[in-house]
């Protein structure tokens, strides 16, 4: 059987374009949406990444600073800068980029980013609120991968996820934005043990482990469609993902390609995420100030 292609160019450019046409209407308004990513590590495939971002968020009109602070950034300095940003009022949205210097501990730093400027969904408040249904930022990553699904008119109501890798980044957030969706949703991870007892049943499998050639055409059937949130770096300095794509070609019934699947479409939501965030802010300006101790 043929395997169907989902590259994710299509949607990220309708994505890109949401937040230029907002980011758009905010700077005739009178506000430049901007978006600040902090960076700490000297990981080449990182800097790419960020300049990737960078990129885009001129395409679409939208200001980025990046903030690098050095491979050996200290804690304290983070949370500092981390602080500074959350209180600024110019800055709309803010990435605290991994991976972080040794002993960092990433858990006390994304609590110091302000919910509402919160675009990739670090902060634990965000999390606990997509858990009660409660509007927030998702990270981009989860957020894409139920986008692409939906964009492709892939049913989710009533039909089994699987979902392997359980990150407080991918594998959590997406599980609870399936259940929104109606999902029946399996959470795997490295002590699951034979993974195909999974993901074999399942309508829609994701992979979201950082193992390179972790799901191959034993674990699926013909009836999957199979998203690769994986990005790993070979040493050749190739990028692919999680899914052995030559064996779970040809079984599978779709797979999303690495790169060009999640990624493009990642970038593009940290983007209106961050239009959006600019134009709640903007709200919350506008309201008239509230007066109190006036009357009598
Ligand atoms: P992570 O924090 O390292 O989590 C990996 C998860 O995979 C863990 O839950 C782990 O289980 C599970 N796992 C590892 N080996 C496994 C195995 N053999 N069988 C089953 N489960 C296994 O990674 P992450 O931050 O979630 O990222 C996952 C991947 O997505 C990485 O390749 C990352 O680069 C990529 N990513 C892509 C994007 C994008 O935009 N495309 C964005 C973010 C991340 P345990 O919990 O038991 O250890």
Same mark, same amino acid.
């Given at each position: 059987?043929?395997?169907?292609?989902?590259?994710?160019?299509?949607?990220?450019?309708?994505?890109?374009?949401?937040?230029?046409?907002?980011?758009?209407?905010?700077?005739?308004?009178?506000?430049?949406?901007?978006?600040?990513?902090?960076?700490?590590?000297?990981?080449?495939?990182?800097?790419?990444?960020?300049?990737?971002?960078?990129? @885009?968020? /001129?395409?679409?009109?939208? *200001?980025?600073?990046? !903030?690098? %602070? &050095?491979?050996? $950034?200290?804690? #304290?300095?983070?949370?500092?800068?981390?602080?500074?940003?959350?209180?600024?009022?110019?800055?709309?949205?803010?990435?605290?980029?991994?991976?972080?210097?040794?002993?960092?501990?990433?858990?006390?730093?994304?609590?110091?980013? @302000?919910? /509402?400027?919160?675009?990739? *969904?670090?902060?634990? !408040?965000? %999390? &606990?609120?997509? $858990?009660?249904? #409660?509007?927030?930022?998702?990270?981009?990553?989860?957020?894409?991968?139920?986008?692409?699904?939906?964009?492709?008119?892939?049913?989710?109501?009533?039909?089994?996820?699987?979902?392997?890798?359980?990150?407080?980044?991918?594998?959590?957030?997406?599980?609870?934005?399936?259940?929104?969706?109606?999902?029946?949703?399996?959470?795997?991870?490295?002590?699951?043990?034979?993974?195909?007892?999974?993901?074999?049943?399942?309508?829609?499998?994701?992979?979201?482990?950082?193992?390179?050639?972790?799901?191959?055409?034993?674990?699926?059937?013909?009836?999957?469609?199979?998203?690769?949130?994986?990005?790993?770096?070979?040493?050749?300095?190739?990028?692919?993902?999680?899914?052995?794509?030559?064996?779970?070609?040809?079984?599978?019934?779709?797979?999303?390609?690495?790169?060009?699947?999640?990624?493009?479409?990642?970038?593009?939501?940290?983007?209106?995420?961050?239009?959006?965030?600019?134009?709640?802010?903007?709200?919350?300006?506008?309201?008239?100030?509230?007066?109190?101790?006036?009357?009598?």
């Amino acid at each position: 059987m043929s395997t169907e292609v989902l590259s994710g160019k299509g949607l990220a450019a309708l994505i890109q374009q949401r937040a230029q046409d907002e980011a758009r209407l905010l700077e005739y308004e009178g506000q430049r949406p901007s978006l600040a990513v902090v960076v700490a590590t000297d990981d080449e495939s990182t800097h790419w990444y960020v300049r990737s971002i960078e990129r @885009a968020a /001129e395409r679409a009109g939208i *200001g980025c600073r990046i !903030l690098d %602070l &050095g491979h050996d $950034a200290t804690e #304290q300095v983070l949370a500092s800068v981390l602080k500074d940003l959350s209180a600024e009022p110019t800055v709309n949205g803010i990435i605290l980029q991994t991976p972080l210097p040794a002993g960092v501990r990433t858990d006390g730093l994304v609590g110091l980013i @302000a919910p /509402e400027k919160d675009i990739d *969904g670090a902060n634990p !408040l965000s %999390l &606990g609120r997509l $858990a009660v249904g #409660q509007p927030a930022f998702a990270p981009a990553t989860a957020q894409a991968v139920v986008e692409l699904l939906e964009h492709f008119q892939v049913p989710l109501a009533g039909r089994n996820v699987a979902v392997v890798g359980r990150s407080a980044v991918v594998g959590k957030p997406l599980s609870l934005l399936l259940l929104e969706k109606d999902a029946t949703v399996t959470i795997c991870h490295s002590k699951s043990g034979a993974l195909e007892r999974y993901t074999r049943p399942a309508d829609v499998v994701v992979v979201a482990a950082g193992r390179t050639g972790l799901l191959t055409g034993s674990h699926v059937s013909p009836a999957s469609v199979v998203i690769d949130v994986g990005t790993n770096v070979l040493p050749d300095g190739s990028l692919v993902g999680d899914v052995d794509e030559a064996s779970v070609t040809g079984v599978a019934a779709a797979l999303t390609p690495v790169p060009g699947g999640v990624g493009s479409v990642t970038t593009a939501l940290l983007l209106l995420h961050t239009a959006e965030a600019a134009r709640a802010q903007a709200r919350l300006l506008e309201k008239p100030a509230l007066v109190s101790g006036t009357a009598g």
